[in-house]
């Protein structure tokens, strides 16, 4: 077993490399004057099982092509089996037709990865959970509700200490009175999970989407007077949806709102719009490395994901359950 990195999310795989107890790979990736990826592996990989870990976030185009280079360079090197390790799968909010004359891309992007020498996927919070079924090798999809879910008892005391600085979470009225919200209808199965999880009610947004990136809240289903509301979802982009939707909490009478979004995009003036916004916290996975905006914000927060990805790795190259990590 091998773990490679790519250059998206250095300290994730630094983290992972450290939970396996293994060194990462030696490789190289580089660029030449105008800008071509070059890529080379330092080390012998024939036979070996590789996992490349390699998020294609921002700018997307050149992490995507990063990881194909790079898968192409260990199957041509003779890897036995190459598991594309990506945190945060780009390109996954264009899974179907959304008018005439439009493309799949996530379906396009499964082709080329396969084509490029991705034996195996292993992925977390797929936006869409149909993008597994584009794919013709194994995909294994992880949640980070589990994550979601240790890190708020944690907080409110309901469990053993936290391994790692956390802000207490103190509910007006007790932990009886957290409620999870979904910003969307279509979101309302990972939110029904963690509510179920915690033992706590659920409300839901309904909002209509004018265009893309513009969203208007509509309704809160539900009664949140009162409330202390976790809104809970896969991705944050703009920001303006999740700032949105905690405005028409606040609105409709609840206490506080936080968040818990696994992918932090955060494109554009979003660390700004949300450090401006209702939200007391949001809370995100380090599928996506820290900007140093990130940093600074006063109420965004990462935790780590590395546990839960090494433990997946490991149970891939084992041959053991991966489903076992979902309880």
């Known amino acids: 077993m091998k773990i490679v990195a790519c250059n998206s999310n250095l300290p994730l795989a630094e983290k992972v490399a450290v939970e396996?107890?293994?060194?990462?790979?030696?490789?190289?990736?580089?660029?030449?004057?105008?800008?071509?990826?070059?890529?080379?592996?330092?080390?012998?990989?024939?036979?070996?099982?590789?996992?490349?870990?390699?998020?294609?976030?921002?700018?997307?185009n050149d992490?995507?092509?990063?990881?194909?280079?790079?898968?192409?360079a260990l199957r041509r090197?003779?890897?036995?089996?190459?598991?594309?390790?990506?945190?945060?799968?780009?390109?996954?909010?264009?899974?179907?037709?959304?008018?005439?004359?439009?493309?799949?891309?996530?379906?396009?992007?499964?082709?080329?990865?396969?084509?490029?020498?991705a034996n195996r996927i292993l992925t977390m919070d797929l936006h869409a959970m149909q993008i597994q079924g584009f794919f013709d090798v194994p995909v294994d999809n992880l949640y980070a509700?589990?994550?979601?879910?240790?890190?708020?008892?944690?907080?409110?005391?309901?469990?053993?200490?936290?391994?790692?600085?956390?802000?207490?979470?103190?509910?007006?009225?007790?932990?009886?009175?957290?409620?999870?919200?979904s910003p969307d209808v279509g979101g309302v199965v990972r939110a029904r999970q963690l509510a179920q999880r915690l033992n706590v009610d659920l409300a839901?947004?309904?909002?209509?989407?004018?265009?893309?990136?513009?969203?208007?809240?509509?309704?809160?289903?539900?009664?949140v007077r009162g409330r202390y509301c976790v809104l809970v979802d896969d991705i944050v982009d703009s920001g303006g949806s999740l700032c949105n939707a905690a405005e028409a909490l606040m609105r409709h009478g609840a206490a506080a709102v936080e968040a818990y979004v696994t992918h932090g995009v955060l494109t554009g003036g979003a660390v700004s719009r949300i450090g401006q916004s209702p939200l007391q916290m949001l809370t995100l996975t380090d599928s996506i490395a820290k900007t140093e905006d990130v940093?600074?914000?006063?109420?965004?927060?990462?935790?780590?994901?590395?546990?839960?990805?090494?433990?997946?790795?490991?149970?891939?190259?084992?041959?053991?359950?991966?489903?076992?990590?979902?309880?």
Do not use: W
Request: hydrophobic letters at 40%; one cysteine or more; charged letters at 25%.
């Open 145 to 181: 509700a589990p994550l979601f879910t240790r890190d708020i008892k944690g907080r409110m005391g309901l469990e053993a200490p936290l391994p790692y600085e956390a802000p207490e979470l103190n509910i007006p009225g007790g932990p009886h009175n957290l409620m999870i919200v």
């Open 77 to 117: 090197g003779s890897a036995r089996r190459i598991t594309a390790v990506m945190p945060y799968f780009g390109y996954a909010r264009q899974d179907r037709k959304s008018g005439p004359r439009t493309p799949i891309s996530a379906k396009l992007v499964a082709n080329i990865l396969v084509e490029a020498g």
């Open 20 to 60: 396996l107890g293994m060194p990462l790979c030696d490789v190289t990736v580089r660029r030449f004057a105008d800008m071509e990826i070059f890529v080379e592996i330092h080390e012998n990989v024939r036979g070996e099982d590789v996992f490349v870990i390699q998020s294609t976030c921002s700018p997307t």
């Open 295 to 327: 940093r600074q914000s006063h109420n965004i927060r990462q935790i780590s994901t590395a546990n839960l990805l090494s433990r997946a790795m490991r149970a891939v190259s084992d041959e053991s359950s991966v489903s076992s990590l979902f309880d």
């Open 204 to 223: 839901i947004i309904d909002k209509r989407r004018e265009r893309a990136g513009v969203s208007e809240v509509m309704n809160v289903i539900g009664d």
């Open 63 to 72: 992490k995507l092509m990063e990881l194909l280079i790079m898968l192409d």
